[in-house]
């Protein structure tokens, strides 16, 4: 389902930045994922890394910096960017929510059929019919006519990976896709992503679970304070980070006590 290109970096972010008031929240971010990789931000709370996301998708306007999605768009935000301009930024990418994100009106069906058909104007046959082998996928079959309240946490969670597949987007993006699940519902969800890594979808994601990061991820990026402090493979930067604040951050993530 990931579209094939020859071209290797499939998202480049050069001088992103970001404010809120007075608050700098962002301060010249450079990223780049090779297409059919995957990056995971790690960092603590309010570091900015949900943010990143955020701005990838268009739902914040950074102030300044740029974002380029395949060579193909070369978004600058040292100008208001056109409407236009960011309806394709929008097109390129998914979310995946921390809190599901689900529309609590509208049955699991019509949530994952709602940005196809409305938003990317496809047949509305076609929509259901993809929605529904999603939806086999990963087991919801039998859901497909639930609204979001009978459904657990994780299963919510996996509505919401499969409404993101369904609007075939070239970069799936996770903001701590587990961070709200019970500890028993955390592994059907990543089992699910590194799935989806294993074939070749790139994706962007904010995560706390370390070992997640180490086993799917290609590299790893600790935020802190608007700034990429460190980044690099994960098994190596994870096992031995060499910036005095990654190593506080990451003793204090594996000794909470």
């Given at each position: 389902?990931s579209?094939?290109d ?30 059919g ?34 060579g ?10 056109s ?55 990963v ?12 459904l ?11 409404r993101?597949?369904a609007l075939?987007?070239?970069?799936l ?10 500890p ?5 969800v990543?089992?699910?992503?590194k ?6 979808w ?12 180490r086993?799917v ?24 980070p ?16």
């Amino acid at each position: 389902m990931s579209p094939a290109d020859p071209s290797p970096a499939l998202l480049t972010v050069r001088g992103l930045q970001k404010s809120f008031g007075k608050n700098n929240v962002l301060s010249s971010i450079d990223l780049e994922v090779n297409r059919g990789n995957v990056l995971a931000l790690i960092g603590p709370s309010g570091s900015g890394k949900t943010t990143i996301l955020r701005c990838l998708n268009g739902l914040e306007l950074a102030d300044g910096g740029s974002i380029d999605v395949a060579g193909e768009l070369a978004l600058s935000f040292e100008t208001t960017p056109s409407k236009k301009s960011l309806t394709v930024l929008r097109d390129r990418s998914a979310m995946v929510f921390q809190h599901y994100n689900l529309f609590p009106h509208k049955t699991v069906l019509e949530n994952v059929v709602e940005g196809p058909v409305v938003v990317q104007r496809r047949p509305v046959a076609e929509a259901r019919a993809e929605a529904l082998a999603l939806l086999a996928r990963v087991g919801l079959t039998d859901k497909q006519n639930s609204y979001p309240f009978e459904l657990s946490g994780g299963q919510q969670q996996r509505v919401g990976i499969v409404r993101a597949l369904a609007l075939r987007p070239q970069l799936l993006l996770f903001d701590e896709p587990t961070s709200a699940l019970d500890p028993e519902l955390v592994g059907d969800v990543l089992r699910l992503i590194k799935e989806l890594a294993g074939e070749g979808w790139t994706m962007v994601i904010v995560t706390h679970e370390l070992e997640f990061a180490r086993e799917v991820a290609h590299e790893v990026a600790f935020v802190d304070g608007g700034h990429i402090v460190e980044r690099g493979d994960p098994k190596e930067l994870l096992r031995n980070p060499q910036n005095e604040r990654t190593q506080q951050f990451l003793h204090r993530l594996l000794h909470p006590f």
